[in-house]
């Protein structure tokens, strides 16, 4: 394969079919060592399948994809970069499946979560307990197996070789990522309207979790962990436009794009990172949050009227730049250069 | 040091004791990291502190430093079988905070559960949101850290040396772990009087995860995998052994002992592996379970009346012989195969 005949998008796509690939025969084999005893224990696997067969963007994957090639990785033997991105997909599954609980959210991927459905499957059955307990109960479960088959996933990677920034990479990226999690909910239940708190958890959850880490330890299998700073660098700046775009799509997208019903995090009066740079702006937007239980249609209108999504789109804007500009200047490749500042527009400029 | 001035049970102490300061040099380390940016990221790893420190039998790390010493690891080479003993108690650590909220549990280790005192904490300062949610959210990734951490110093082990062996088997522990407590819910919610079923997850959730595995990742660091099938029949035949006694302590046991209230299972009408080997053996037991809500002072009258208690010492005693005659058939040193066959004893005839 020559950079001629095959585009940088086109070995992401390639790359990332194996990833798909590589889970599903891993999730196949354990299914079956599981199932040997007792086919019910096949459950929670099954629910693991499904939610990643449901859908989602392979943000992680992709990006890790991304630090390899464009770090000059070997194209004739991929498979740590594949096993890696396909860690990054499981672990994103336990993450979700988590988040799901904790926000006892419906709906995700187009339909019901994790959770809900078991719930609903101990009702149908007449089983012992309460559904919603039985439902939630199995979705944690479920949610610390995809947290052990990605570290056993990658565990493969850290051991085929000496990669030591490969493992650090992966234990900061996991701790960021709960850690993060943790200092959301502590902003949500404090209210928070802490500008810098809520570009940190972005940056964090975002930034490091989605972009910068994924990207770092693509980086490191293909032994260029010397662009760590780079990727830094874009990765922090994406995680804010990411987030940005998030809270954007929440607040003032449909519903039909994302496969959860928008708003949620309106509804919930959570302290987003919109939010809370839409109140420093403007003091009409303060007034209404301090009020206490604002109407979420009345607070739309108002964010409207107080330019929010304009000012937000030019930050957005700020920060894709800001990213592209590092990308455009480290030793990359230039076609992967290119490739880079065109997922930087995926990212953020992205409609679901 | 040698076998003359130090006994199996001295240096299985002093090692221990390196297991306690290897977690809280760990968290120490975590907690000063996570921190830097915002004082708050500290909490969840407080909490894992917190509960390690309030006790437990340390149960698992004796059997994989067991494991290593009988195995004939180096005395001198301690570092390996020391971060391995850690992994396995913040392992654990994950396993008793996930299983309190899915059993809505208000005491571990004579204190509040993490969640219990989370939601008390959220209440208190009168945070948005609904206290308990926010409570249980907490322990669910206070969890995953542990399950995280657990991981991060394991991985340690696993890439020091080509470990396989230890990397296999630490990849089965973890997934029989959450396989075996999800199919724990499922009986539970079936009201299965199966005692195979039982006795399977008896095995897997203590058997396997509390001694067999442990013992295996020991004498593999070692470099004597071959003593997996040994360790294997001690393993489950003490899994067994342990659960039952586990289950007599909650039906007949004092909650002052524990830490916890005595007869949680009993009042849950859970089929414990006590209870379906009882139905099998009495027909009033039987009869008094599948009428639906028995109480449990009658069903505890009924248990001693039909002689449950004396059948069950018997069977303990039974399979204490059969983990002893495994150890004394291999090649183990002499100190170490009585001091396995004393560690029997304290997991199979412990009082609390």
Redesign the interface.
Known sequence: MTADVTSPAQLRRVLLERVERRISDFLAV?RER?CR??A??G??IDALSQLIGAGGKRVRPSFCIAGYLSAGGDQAATDGVVAAGAALEVLHT?ALI?DD??D?SARRRGAPTLHTRLSAE?SR?G???EPH??G???A??????A???A??IM?EV??SV?Y?PV?AAW?EL??EL??G???D??A????SADPE?AR?IAITKSGRYTIHRPLVIGAAIAGRAELAPTFATYGDALGEAFQLRDDLIDAFGAAADTGKPAGLDFA??KMTLLLSLAMRRDSRVRDLVHCGDPDPDKLREVLIDAGVPDYLERRIDRLVDAGCRAVSAAPIEPGWQAELVAMAREVAYREN
Chains 1, 2 share one sequence.
Do not use: K, N
Request: with cysteine.
């Open positions: 354990e599981r005893v007792d019910r224990a459950v929670p336990c988590h609980v904790m006892a101990h059955r089983w012992a307990g307990r039985f939630e109960s199995v944690i479960l479920a949610g610390d197996l947290l052990i088959y570290d056993v565990s850290i051991t000496a030591a493992q234990a996991r701790a709960v850690v999690q943790y200092m909910l502590v949500a239940a404090e209210r708190l940190w919930r009066h």
